[in-house]
């Protein structure tokens, strides 16, 4: 018959193996949740780059009107960007995945050449799990481990009434 320290013994390595494995499956479903947020942001990203340059990277461009779920959430910045100038001024909102984002829309004129009459426009979106608060108009984000998506693009501005 197994004495008391033996059974002792073996309950402590059970609730060890059980702890850990617990522990690695809590990881994992949250890495996975991270990572779905991540695919889901850099697809939206793309999206929304490849229709604003198919525009010619329009400053008139708005992509609250696609009805994609995007709305303009203010006259707010979420970072330093090289950027001249933000679509509406500010950010637009939305949610990817029941995580809130939050996007912006940059452009800055690189190149021209006058004789030529045209103009290379680079456009960037950047986007960022957060929130902007409706009281104070502020970015909140919504957590550090999930990174913000940065995409960049050029474009002849003058190429569809840009």
Do not use: C
């Not at 329009?58 to 009805?67: E, F, T």
């Not at 004129?109 to 456009?123: F, G, I, T, Y």
Request: charged share 15%; hydrophobic share 45%.
């Amino acid at each position: 018959m197994a004495s008391l320290a033996e059974v002792m013994v073996s309950v402590v390595v059970v609730t060890i193996v059980a702890l850990g494995g617990l522990s690695y499956q809590y990881h994992a479903a949250r890495h996975a949740r991270i990572a779905r947020a991540q695919i889901t942001a850099t697809r939206t990203a793309q999206l929304l780059l490849e229709d604003w340059k198919s525009t010619g990277g329009s400053s008139d461009y708005n992509p609250a009107a696609l009805g994609i779920g995007i709305s303009f959430a203010g006259a707010v910045s979420i970072g330093s960007y090289d950027w001249d100038t933000t679509l509406g001024g500010g950010a637009y909102s939305t949610k990817i995945d029941g995580l809130p984002m939050v996007v912006m829309l940059g452009f800055r004129d690189v190149e021209s050449d006058e004789d030529a009459q045209v103009k290379l426009r680079q456009l960037t979106i950047v986007i960022q799990s957060g929130e902007i608060s409706t009281e104070t108009g502020e970015f909140t984000s919504a957590s550090g481990l999930v990174m913000p998506v940065v995409m960049t693009t050029y474009t002849r501005a003058d190429a569809s009434n840009g």
